[in-house]
């Protein structure tokens, strides 16, 4: 069984920046590729970063130039940066991560961004 456990969530004022993290219990290299979607209130779960196993990367368009994907396989952890913050990125942010065998989904418990003044 994997977990994925996220942190780095909580309140920041517009333009300001945050950083989450998501720990894996293997190797991230075990993964065809991980990710982070978010679920705003009212709004359906939708992808907004993602990095293969090769370390390609992909964004959600409203995130580009703003948000950065990145790994640190030593620690098998998941990293999003999130600069210039918006009112509109409040939502759960989840972390998920496609297994290599089987391709299984798996899924954090999320952590709250909130954007407000």
């Known amino acids: 069984q994997v977990q994925l456990v996220e942190s780095g969530g909580g309140l920041v004022q517009p333009g300001g920046s945050l950083r989450l993290s998501c720990v894996a219990s293997r190797s991230i290299f075990s993964f065809n590729h991980m990710g982070w979607y978010r679920q705003g209130p009212g709004k359906q779960r939708e992808l907004v970063a993602r990095i293969t196993r090769v370390g390609s990367t992909s964004y959600e368009d409203s995130v580009k130039g703003r948000f950065t994907i990145s790994r640190d396989s030593a620690k098998n952890t998941v990293y999003l940066q999130m600069n210039s913050l918006k009112p509109e990125d409040t939502a759960v942010y989840l972390c998920?991560?496609?297994?290599?065998?089987?391709?299984?989904?798996?899924w954090g418990q999320g952590t709250q961004v909130t954007v407000s003044s």
């Open positions: 998920n991560a496609n297994a290599i065998s089987g391709g299984y989904d798996y």
